[in-house]
């Protein structure tokens, strides 16, 4: 049902001439992209801070160079945004063929800035691949809505993605564990300086500003729409008041905080804090199977649910190697690529795809994966918060940046 | 006798026009650069919408919160970097220079040049840090810490930190640069002379020596004094966070994914521009205020004999600067191959080479691509400044300076700023993103550096050789090649050192020029250390820190084996 | 032995070198072939600027006028390189990157082929000196005398047209100086060249012999 809507709204942007101009890679006549692929190297410009990732991205790269001839390059970024600056770079340049970008790996705020911009490669390509047939859609409205953006098909899902707190179970019992963000204060008070997060705009900093919001905003629904300037102070009132009370209990009474998640998982290494998170349920696991962490580190949730996302392969318009790009893209949505992700030994990114309608044998696969010592099992995980629109993410930054942004 | 002069105003007038399109080559994308972020500055950017000329941005420049003290914290970072690198080398250099310790000190310090700014501030970071080694080594036996304690240390608001960082980076530099210009200095003679007026060492050597030094290292302190006030990397790892210097935030607004936040980083740019000037009239007034002190100095006649406090303090602080230097790369080096390491434990739990192994594969091609770039970058810049100096010499003495100071500007304006608008002065050329692109602007930010290198050596080589040479009827080119560039070989060779090791740890125009299509080990490095983890960057830190190692070796011990025999070219 | 080019009389026609609107000197004069022609005043009389005006490496910042011929040729507008100027300094200034012998054969002609002919020609020219067997020597371990004797069979060498003196002998210690002074003086004379000999020192002016032109007297007065 969903699907037949998406295609008659597909159809109706192709008529209305919003499909942009004519391109030779076309996702739905896959012969046809495989044919023009061949030969194509491809740019695949993807946040490049972990070596596990890294490895993963060389892994698919050999594959699809040795199944349909094309060559993939990872330009490692520090931050997805530069890719973004590139192809306005570009398009500021009048390119709008031959781009240094590929493929991109993105989500929320910058691909909301892509799509506004129209900087990306459409119409719909993403449904059209044909490893889309797997993709839980149905019950992971985060597949199609990008921090409430529809994506239309300008992006394709690569792996979903959690928010998950991490504590040493030698140093902190699990029964002093804060189960909400209310409880997250008080144990902040009976641990001072024991707790961070990662400065604004670090993504992994202001994901928690927002699973903060979620929790003390009085009206939820605001967050699926743009920020109402009128009463935005009165919304976010609850949020700074808690962090007015949080900060002087953070790690160097907020005076300086982690630069990023890593930064984090370093301190937690080192002693200076006690409880972490990360986007990723499997990154205790593969923290201590790479020697970062402790064997005794383990992982927790709130039990009225925690932050959850999806994070997506976009093209840019002036992409140089389109049809090559469709089929990298197409590549690591395959049940193949996505098991190897979910491995915890090798990234250990949850899937995107929906284990019923996979093969017998891959879903056993799937079931059959040691998720290791420190992961939740999917039932422990709880729900899942939609991220609110990104235009909360950017008010919020702005004022966080005000209000927190100069140590006294 | 008209004719033959006007002849020769023709020669000259020809090599100049040769020099000026060259020093216009090299100029123009800087200027290009410069336009690149005026424009957006003042809201010109049809790409994003902006077809019409307002001061909106700056407005909502001064409406970032903050704005002020990020702008001052950068500029008294730079300042008091500047300041304490030419007061210990200076110190240093009046206290030791024509002694054996200065020697040893000497190469102790010289490879420190090497070290990436990233990577000593890491190593830095890694000592200093509440968890860092030095904690670590007397924890928890003297201390009683069994925990890190809540230090503000690294990252702490007055950037103490910060420009201690920058100062351990900076010194070698100077020294370096200083000891190019020494031997033309009538060093002996002056501290004989000085000494027999019954002149301390210190302060005989400022009054004889020092003004004609600090002539030949001047655009050198300006570089420094540019490169600490708009410098982003060490800033990130060592300076204040909150604010933020203004440099660290225009690069957080250049990778803003708000795209509008373009024109603001570029207001911010040409803000920086600004911080930069002042910084420059600033150190301006300081220079003067210290030659009325030396002048006063001079004609007080106070011989000032008990120096041995000033001279102890500034051997102490050079050696502290190499040894700061070398343990902390120890360190990172513990860390590259560290397994579990929780503190306060002074030594690894467990050692694994498993680090290196998974990084050395991806390594591989970057390294490729770092040494052709650092090779050809650094190989061009000195043939180029050779030919330069070498027109410069032949045609009118001193007539074309300025063009000069124009190559310079690379080195004078902050790299975030102008490398921004030269992207899309490449992009909207048409070029692809390329080796050859990214290898011309290493050549821009590679030059300047090798030519400030050569320069000084270059006009202080004892002009009666070349006349002896061409007396014996050797042509122009038989001089240079067979005169000149033999007796400057070690000047050369330590020119082609400093910019190969400049174009090892260029990340900015890399990143930015090549599209982040062409890794080097220093996009590599910054991208993985946005990663933190530890263990990877003491891996990319010593591969990075060794590449220009290794050229300072040989810079180092060519002339020895080339020169075996040759007791005078020795030294 | 070595060659000499051709030995022809070297002629300063009214020569003048001025220095911001100011006349240093002016000289007149003609050098007979083995003819040492001194010019004797204190520092900063131009007498250093005029040897430059004849080795063709006058800094800019003079303004010289006048010709200078060798025999009838006019020379004057002739680059440096293209005089045979052989030039003597203060400091012997032996290339430190070359062995003794290297600095020999590197002043050699062109003219001069074969690799062994030019060595063999070197040490012929340093057996001259008192120096045989010292080709392979680095100059730096040579002592002062021993520098300046190299100093003067490179110059000699190089097939020059005329010798211009800058008080060669001025860093030479009284024993060594007078050694050195003969040991030049004589070996010019025996090439037939030219020479002019610039000085402060009355005694170089006596050994030299010949005329004597003092500049630079109205600084004296």
């Known amino acids: 049902m969903i699907g037949r809507t998406r295609k008659i709204i597909m159809a109706a942007m192709l008529a209305l001439g919003l499909a942009g101009e004519a391109s030779a890679a076309d996702a739905g006549n896959w012969g046809a992209v495989v044919a023009e692929a061949k030969g194509q190297t491809v740019y695949f410009n993807a946040w490049g801070g972990s070596e596990n990732i890294n490895a993963y991205i060389r892994w698919a790269g050999g594959e699809v160079k040795s199944r349909y001839g094309v060559d993939v390059v990872h330009v490692k970024l520090d931050d997805t945004a530069k890719a973004v600056a590139t192809v306005v770079a570009e398009k500021a340049a009048g390119k709008s063929d031959g781009g240094a970008v590929d493929l991109v790996w993105i989500n929320g705020e910058n691909f909301a800035a892509m799509k506004r911009e129209g900087l990306l490669f459409g119409p719909d390509w993403a449904t059209k691949l044909p490893n889309w047939r797997y993709v839980d859609h149905e019950t992971k409205p985060t597949v199609l809505k990008d921090f409430t953006i529809p994506t239309e098909g300008l992006e394709s899902p690569w792996g979903g993605a959690k928010l998950v707190f991490f504590h040493d179970s030698a140093r902190t019992a699990k029964a002093e564990l804060p189960d909400s963000a209310a409880e997250l204060l008080n144990w902040a008070e009976a641990n001072p300086g024991r707790f961070s997060y990662p400065q604004p705009p670090d993504f992994t900093g202001t994901s928690f500003l927002k699973q903060v919001l979620i929790a003390l905003i009085g009206d939820k629904a605001k967050l699926q729409k743009p920020v109402d300037e009128a009463t935005f102070a009165t919304d976010a009132a609850p949020l700074f008041a808690y962090l007015d009370k949080l900060t002087p209990l953070l790690w160097r009474q907020g005076k300086a905080y982690p630069q990023n998640y890593p930064d984090m998982k370093q301190k937690l290494a080192d002693g200076e804090l006690d409880i972490i998170f990360a986007f990723n349920p499997a990154e205790a696991s593969s923290a201590i199977a790479n020697g970062e962490l402790p064997q005794t580190v383990r992982s927790f949730v709130f039990s009225g649910g925690t932050l959850g996302n999806t994070h997506f392969l976009a093209i840019p318009y002036n992409a140089t190697a389109k049809a090559g790009a469709l089929v990298l893209a197409d590549f690591l949505l395959s049940p193949e690529a996505q098991l190897r992700k979910q491995d915890p030994r090798i990234w250990g990114d949850p899937t995107v795809l929906a284990l019923a309608k996979l093969s017998a044998e891959d879903r056993s696969a799937f079931e059959n994966l040691d998720l290791g010592i420190a992961t939740l099992k999917p039932d422990e995980l709880g729900p899942a918060l939609d991220e609110p629109h990104p235009d909360w993410m950017t008010r919020i930054e702005a004022e966080w940046i005000r209000r927190y942004g100069a140590a006294n | ?571 | 032995m070595l060659e000499i080019a051709e030995t022809r009389p070297l002629t300063l026609a009214d020569v003048t070198i001025r220095l911001a609107e100011r006349t240093l000197l002016a000289v007149s004069a003609t050098v007979m072939p083995g003819e040492v022609l001194t010019i004797m005043g204190p520092s900063g009389s131009g007498k250093s600027a005029l040897l430059a005006f004849a080795g063709g490496f006058l800094d800019p910042a003079f303004d010289a006028g006048g010709r200078l011929l060798i025999g009838k040729e006019d020379v004057t507008d002739v680059p440096a390189n293209r005089r045979h100027a052989g030039i003597l300094f203060q400091d012997p200034l032996l290339f430190p990157h070359l062995s003794v012998g290297g600095n020999i054969v590197f002043a050699m002609p062109p003219s001069i082929k074969g690799r062994m002919t030019r060595r063999a020609l070197a040490e012929q020219a340093l057996g001259e000196v008192g120096l045989a067997g010292f080709f392979d020597r680095d100059p730096e371990t040579l002592s002062g005398g021993q520098k300046a004797r190299v100093a003067l069979q490179r110059v000699l060498v190089s097939a020059p047209h005329f010798l211009l003196l800058d008080e060669p002998f001025s860093k030479l210690d009284a024993a060594l100086r007078q050694q050195t002074r003969e040991l030049v003086f004589s070996r010019a004379r025996a090439a037939g060249l030219p020479a002019i000999l610039v000085t402060h020192d009355s005694a170089d002016a006596e050994a030299a012999g010949g005329r004597v032109i003092e500049v630079g007297g109205e600084e004296k007065a």
């Open chain 2, 1 to 571: 006798m008209g004719r033959p002069i006007s002849k020769e105003h023709e020669i000259a007038a020809r090599r100049l026009n040769a020099n000026t399109l060259l020093a216009l080559i090299l100029g123009l994308p800087i200027l290009a650069g410069i336009a690149g972020i005026i424009l957006p500055a003042f809201g010109y950017m049809p790409a994003l919408g902006g077809v019409r000329f307002t001061l909106r941005h700056f407005a909502e420049l001064a409406g970032q919160p903050h704005i002020l003290r990020s702008s001052l914290t950068g500029l008294a970072v730079g300042l008091a970097t500047t300041c304490g690198a030419v007061a210990i080398v200076g110190t240093f250099l009046a206290g030791f220079a024509g002694t054996p310790i200065f020697s040893r000190v000497q190469h102790l310090v010289s490879p420190l040049l090497a070290v990436p700014h990233a990577a000593a501030a890491f190593a830095l970071a890694f000592l200093v840090a509440p968890s860092g080694f030095l904690l670590r080594l007397v924890s928890p036996e003297l201390t009683g810490f069994l925990r890190p304690p809540q230090w503000l240390l690294p990252n702490d608001p007055l950037a103490l930190s910060m420009v201690a960082g920058l100062i351990t980076k900076e010194v070698p530099f100077l020294f370096l640069i200083a000891l190019a210009a020494l031997p033309q200095l009538p060093l002996r003679q002056s501290r004989q002379l000085t000494a027999a007026l019954g002149y301390g060492r210190l302060s005989g050597f400022l009054v004889s020596l020092w003004p004609a030094l600090y002539r030949q290292i001047r655009l050198a302190v300006f570089a420094v004094l540019v490169y600490s006030v708009s410098v982003v990397d060490v800033a990130i790892i060592l300076g204040p966070q909150l604010p933020a210097t203004l440099p660290m935030r225009i690069a957080q607004w250049t990778a803003d994914h708000e795209l509008r936040a373009r024109f603001l980083a570029s207001a911010a740019a040409l803000l920086q521009l600004g911080v930069v000037l002042a910084a420059v009239l600033i150190w301006l007034l300081i220079e003067r205020l210290a030659r009325l002190a030396l002048a006063w100095l001079t004609y007080s006649g106070r011989r000032l004999r008990n120096d041995a406090v000033p001279r102890f303090i500034s051997a102490f602080a050079i050696t502290a600067c190499a040894a700061l230097i070398f343990l902390g790369i120890a360190v990172l080096g513990a860390w590259s191959v560290a397994g579990l390491w929780p503190f306060p434990r002074a030594l690894p739990a467990e050692l694994t080479l498993q680090t290196w192994l998974r990084t050395l594969s991806p390594l591989w091609p970057a390294l490729l691509v770092t040494m052709a770039l650092a090779l050809l970058s650094a190989a061009l810049a000195l043939l180029c400044a050779i030919l330069l100096l070498h027109r410069n010499g032949a045609a009118d003495r001193g007539g074309d300076r300025p063009h000069h100071r124009l190559l310079y500007l690379p080195l004078l304006l902050p790299e975030i700023s102008f490398v921004f608008g030269l992207q899309i002065l490449i992009v909207s050329a048409g070029l692809k993103p390329a080796f050859w692109s990214v290898l011309a602007v290493h050549f821009l930010f590679v030059l300047p550096y090798v030519l400030l290198s050569l320069a000084a050596p270059w006009r202080e080589l004892d002009p009666r050789f070349e006349r002896v040479a061409a007396g014996l009827g050797k042509s122009q080119r038989q001089i240079l090649l067979s005169v000149r560039l033999p007796l400057l070989s070690r000047a050369c060779l330590t020119a082609f050192a400093v910019g190969f090791s400049v174009s090892i740890s260029l990340y900015l125009p890399t990143l930015l020029i090549g599209a982040g299509r062409l890794t080097t080990i220093a996009t590599e490095a910054v991208a993985l250390s946005s990663g933190g983890d530890r263990r990877v960057i003491g891996v990319y830190a010593l591969v990075q820190a060794s590449l220009p190692f290794l050229a300072f070796l040989i810079a180092s011990l060519a002339p020895q084996l080339l020169f075996r025999n040759r007791r005078a070219m020795r030294t």
